[in-house]
């Protein structure tokens, strides 16, 4: 069975971006062999309060779990818990170019502005790379924006092969064509973001009902008051087709001629909607899980089965690379 990996940051918040990527996940594990990621070491890029992040690490499992991933289907797990990222993620550094990391589009981003970042949120790259060739990972499930990741990681897994024998998987991107990328409510020409100041640029999982109608009905569209997706012409119009088609399974072509010559307030009260029953039961589930203390034992029985998997694949790296192994 082909493998999947993938991982998210817990920042304490999940977008409806976040969840949309996240719901393709679910589908997955019916028919691959599912490696899913609490990726704390890439959250400490940044700086982080240690209580707040040992509470969202475990609320960001329990929201993996509420959405659907089933800890007897696939692999739930603390990367921090995991050595080998870490371990192989120097290996794998020492294998790559200054240059490499400094054309990172992401990096570029994050540190503008700053008069001062850690080595870590330069490096970072590479230890993404770590987690997806410990695995020997077919396939990583990621948005527009973590494409060049991705690439980064098939070099350095190309190169390494090519100078220590057959080592690596080379992994494939698997981007969703529905919902790949969700934009900012308030500028549908950037990504939806939780780092974006303002409130209703964004929808997060745990949001209230009365947030969700308020951002929606305030997010930006257009003056034409034609229902179409066109991206080059009417962003907002169609960001909101897509936000609306990925949570229904509804095609967008169906929801233009569905909303034929009606407003944008109507579309947007049916998004508030479809919104909201959504996200009801996943709230409601996330708050049981994680009263109940489930997600620690998932992440603790994860984790051990994750390294049972990452170890063997380090011990090969470091005997390629001509270290002594016991």
Same mark, same amino acid.
């Given at each position: ?6 991982? @998210? ?6 977008? +409806?971006?976040?969840? /949309? ?17 609490? @990726? ?24 993996? $779990? ?49 008069? #001062?970042?850690? &080595?870590? +949120? ?8 770590? *987690?997806? +060739? ?5 396939? @990583? ?13 098939? *070099?350095? #897994? ?23 990328? /969700? ?5 549908? =020409? ?34 034409? $008051? ?15 087709? &897509?936000?609306?088609?990925?949570? =229904? ?24 909607? &479809? ?11 996330? =708050?049981? /899980? ?6 620690? *034992? ?25 270290? /002594?192994?016991?």
């Amino acid at each position: 069975m082909k493998r999947v990996l993938s991982g @998210v940051q817990p920042s304490g918040e999940i977008t +409806l971006g976040n969840y /949309i990527t996240m719901k393709n996940f679910v589908n997955l594990q019916k028919y691959k062999d599912c490696y899913y990621c609490v @990726v704390d070491l890439h959250s400490i890029t940044v700086p982080q309060d240690p209580k707040k992040l040992y509470e969202n690490s475990l609320q960001l499992a329990a929201l993996y $779990m509420a959405i659907g991933i089933n800890p007897n289907e696939s692999t739930l797990f603390l990367q921090s818990q995991v050595s080998a990222h870490a371990e192989l993620a120097w290996l794998l550094q020492c294998n790559t170019y200054l240059g490499e990391l400094s054309r990172m589009t992401q990096f570029k981003e994050k540190s503008k502005g700053k008069k #001062a970042f850690s &080595t870590g +949120l330069y490096t970072y790259p590479i230890l993404m790379a770590a *987690d997806i +060739l410990l695995y020997d990972t077919n396939y @990583v499930p990621v948005g527009d924006d973590q494409k060049q990741h991705l690439e980064l990681t098939r *070099d350095i #897994a190309i190169r390494f092969n090519n100078k220590f024998g057959d080592t690596f998987v080379i992994p494939e991107p698997l981007i969703s064509k529905k919902g790949a990328r /969700i934009m900012s409510l308030d500028d549908p =020409t950037t990504k939806m973001s939780k780092s974006n100041p303002n409130t209703h640029s964004k929808i997060s999982l745990l949001d209230s009902p009365n947030k969700v109608k308020k951002s929606i009905m305030k997010s930006t569209t257009d003056s034409e $008051m034609l229902i179409k997706y066109d991206l080059a012409n009417k962003p907002g119009v169609s960001n909101l087709l &897509t936000i609306y088609s990925s949570l =229904t399974d509804i095609s967008i072509e169906e929801l233009e001629t569905k909303y034929i010559n009606q407003g944008y307030g109507n579309l947007k009260k049916d998004l508030v909607n &479809t919104i909201n029953d959504s996200l009801f039961t996943i709230q409601n589930d996330y =708050t049981r /899980i994680l009263k109940s203390g489930e997600a620690f *034992d998932v992440l603790k029985e994860g984790s051990k089965r994750a390294n049972e998997v990452a170890t063997k694949v380090l011990d090969k790296a470091k005997k390629n690379m001509g270290f /002594i192994t016991f």
